[in-house]
Every structure is written in C-alpha cells, then in structure tokens.
C-alpha cells in the first residue's frame, strides 16, 4: 500500500476512536442531565465510532501495514446547553466527512482501488450520520 494512503487510515484510527471519546462525553453529560433516550443515542453512536476505527485496523492488517496506536486526545467539548452535544456532533461529522474524503483522494491518486472500495462504506456511513445530526437538531429545536 501507498505509504501516504497508509499514514492517512493510520492516523484515521486515531481520530475514530476520538469520536468515541467524544461521544461517550456527550452521552455521559446527557446521562447526568437525565435524559436517557439521549444517553443512549450516543452510547450506540460512540460503541459504533469504535468499531469504524476497528475496521480500519483490520483492513491496515490485512494489508501487511503495521498498526501504530497513538494517545487519544481528551474530549474538549464545552457542554453547557442540552443543544450543545447535538450542534459539536454534526459539526464533528461533517469534519469527519472531509477526512474521509481526503483519504479517498488520496488512493485515488494512487489507483488504489481496493482502498477506495473499502472507503466506500465510510463515505456513505458519512452521509448518514451527517443526516441523523442534522436530523436531531432540527427536532430538537422544533421542540425546544
Ligand atoms: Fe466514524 Fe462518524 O465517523
């Protein structure tokens, strides 16, 4: 595999598994406000960050490249309205988006079409939770 498509899903592993940092923050804030239905929202979002950054290790593995694990960065999310966590995770999402996109392009680049097939899933997995974002904040203000 190109070295720099290998850097990019590497570093991706890292930023997966600090959505699930993060989304485990906001199901804990919306555990302590009492809001379970919430709580549990992003419980499932932050197991599900998980496993997208298992798939890449695996998919790494598979392809002879060495996994190299760095520090998870702390949630720096200032949660201070129930809306918070709603508006910091579509925003989150759509920069997730555009880190897969530039993975993409990069084995694009390379033709490395078994890279690109692999990604297909994430950039249409993106689709859908910038749609479920969008979603709950719309609803969420409808209701206030
Ligand atoms: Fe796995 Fe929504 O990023």
């Known amino acids: 595999m190109d070295k720099k ?18 989304y485990f923050q906001f199901a804990n804030y919306y555990h302590e ?21 298992l798939l ?23 949660l201070e309205a129930l809306v918070d966590p709603l508006k910091e995770g579509q925003t989150h999402e759509r920069y997730v988006t555009g880190l897969i996109h530039t993975i993409y392009e990069a084995a694009y680049e390379e033709k490395d079409f078994r890279t690109m097939k692999f ?3 994430f950039v249409e997995e993106q689709g859908e939770e910038e749609k479920n974002a969008s979603d709950m904040l719309a609803r969420f203000e409808l209701f206030g």
């Open 5 to 22: 498509v290998a850097k990019l899903l590497n570093e991706q592993i890292n930023k997966e598994m600090y959505s699930s940092y993060l």
């Open 119 to 121: 990604l297909d899933w």
């Open 56 to 78: 890449m290790m695996q998919y790494l593995q598979n392809n002879n490249v060495a996994v190299t694990l760095e520090a998870i960065a702390k949630p720096d999310k200032t």
């Open 33 to 53: 406000e009492g809001l379970d239905g919430f709580y549990n929202w992003y419980y499932v979002q932050a197991k599900e960050e998980m496993d997208h950054a």
